[in-house]
């Protein structure tokens, strides 16, 4: 389940878009609306959503000027907006899509699927990781790689060495884990 909130300073465009999540959307999860960017600043961080649906076009503070006002933005970003020529912009900003309004229903399954692919990306560190899975089936070859032990095609030799995956994936060895990588293969 995903968490989104709504930050739109018309109230028809936060119901079209409300409704168009729950009836085509059900892995989302809405957690709140707001009707500006003060309102929206408190709302994400009162209740950490995964996705933020933001308006561009309101009055006192637009959607660009409320993000400047955030110290971390660890949420997906998606501008819901009636004009496009603010999509570069939204570009600088990390945007994770740029809907126009009336948010088009395939379009807007097209974005949560992509959220939903790269909430399989994770913020998490890889020490957490490495701590978290099984060592008896995973293994952390290199600071970026952790592999699971069953997919192993081959071990090609080298300082440290490579492993070949069986998807065709090469995987660095590190030179301090080589020793420990063949103990589990002797």
């Not at 496009?84 to 974005?111: C, G, H, M, T, W």
Request: hydrophobic share 40%; net charge negative; with cysteine.
């Amino acid at each position: 389940m995903l968490t989104a909130i709504i930050i739109d300073d018309e109230k028809k465009g936060r119901v079209a878009l409300r409704e168009k999540l729950h009836d085509y959307c059900p892995e989302i999860e809405l957690l709140g609306e707001a009707a500006d960017g003060a309102e929206g600043l408190h709302l994400i961080q009162e209740q950490k959503p995964d996705i933020v649906f933001l308006d561009i076009e309101m009055p006192i503070m637009n959607g660009f000027e409320m993000l400047h006002q955030l110290p971390q933005k660890d949420f997906h970003l998606i501008f819901t907006t009636a004009y496009n020529q603010y999509a570069i912009k939204a570009i600088r900003y990390a945007a994770f899509d740029y809907l126009l309004k009336p948010v088009d229903i395939e379009e807007l399954k097209s974005a949560i699927q992509r959220v939903r692919e790269q909430s399989l990306l994770a913020s998490r560190t890889m020490k957490d990781f490495e701590e978290l899975l099984p060592a008896d089936i995973f293994f952390r070859t290199h600071h970026s790689y952790i592999i699971n032990l069953r997919y192993i095609k081959r071990y090609i030799r080298g300082e440290g060495g490579q492993i070949e995956l069986e998807n065709g994936a090469y995987v660095t060895v590190a030179r301090r884990k080589k020793d420990e990588l063949l103990k589990k293969f002797r």
